[in-house]
């Protein structure tokens, strides 16, 4: 498995301005790649790189596998639409290999720039110490303007156990209300969360209706913190889950929601809630988490998971009395609502086929 190690440089004052101006100059010479590719309407690497290569290289000053990297990032981005020309920022990230990069030290990396090759450490917490003496491939480097600093983004090899074979399944209802709630009875509160997302609306609103300068700097400076609490919160449920499944030697259920929201039908007012909803991150991050802890993950139909009786399996519409009210009109077993759904969401995995398969990260 293939995993990001993200690290932040320290240059010295000259090193900053020879990365800043490669970068630019690398993300001006894709720009005019682009130009190239769309009027030829050529999204070929190779046939790409017979049109452009001794130009680029002339105009903008690029070593040859900068060069070929520029042509390698402009072919991937053309290709994913042909209908428009693809367009990369002036600080846009920069894309380094073997070649061009390479690592003399644990803590120091050396980088090609215009100017030659540039030695500089960089700064990694304690979590990456580990992941930097496995075998590293292509990194990118990042700029962020707001801090005048330079990260790089180094592409690591994970070792990715075989999942443990298991016979139960930890069930995990997803929702909005709730987190998650799993099979053992345990409930995430969604209520935070939807506090916070409902409060930076709010805020959102408020200064793009005020309109002013200094309220559009306000909007830039905050921009991106709700994106990161909500990450933040999806790692630290998907880490929770993935070591109770550990720990009790079980494998993961969750439902295969995709499509849920050209599916789901909800008022106007909770449209913003319902996209809002980050169930695709947390079931990407349960996908990485649980494969290098070697937990088998698979995900299950979801249809009549809420309204089936865990007890004595009776589906009926009005077994759902409530959001969080479950009352069994055949047994009368009256449990949590999502609670319910996670056992069975555990239970149809156990089957596997046709009732669940295997999760794709």
Sequence with gaps: ???????????????????????????????????????????????????????????????????????????????????????????SALVYDQRICSFPGPDRVSLLTLGGRAVMPFRVGRYAEGMLARTRGQCDLLYRASSATFFLAITVDAPEPTPDAVREYLGVDLGIVNIATTSDGELVSGSHVNHVRARYSRFRTTLQKTGTKSAKRLLKKRSGRETRFIRDTNHCVSKRLVAQAKGTARGIAVEDL????????????????????????????????????GVRLVAVDPRNTSRTCSACGHCDTANRTTQSKFLCTSCGVVAHADVNAAINIGRRAAVIPPHAAPLAG
Aim: a positive charge; aromatic letters at 8%.
């Design 258 to 293: 995709s499509g849920i929201r050209t599916r789901a039908t909800v008022r106007k007012r909770q449209r913003r809630v319902l996209h809002s909803w980050a169930f695709a991150q947390l079931r990407s991050f349960l996908s990485y988490k649980a494969a290098l802890a």
């Design 1 to 91: 498995m293939k995993q990001t190690l993200l690290v932040k440089l320290a240059p010295t004052p000259d090193q900053h301005a020879a990365l800043l101006r490669t970068l630019e100059q690398f993300n001006a010479a894709c720009n005019a790649i682009a130009a190239v590719a769309f009027a030829a309407t050529c999204a070929g690497k190779l046939d790409l790189q017979k049109l452009v290569y001794y130009d680029t290289r002339a105009q903008f000053g690029l070593s040859a596998q900068m060069t070929i990297r520029a042509i390698s990032k402009v072919s991937e981005a053309y290709k994913r639409d042909k209908a428009i020309q693809p367009h990369f920022r002036a600080h």
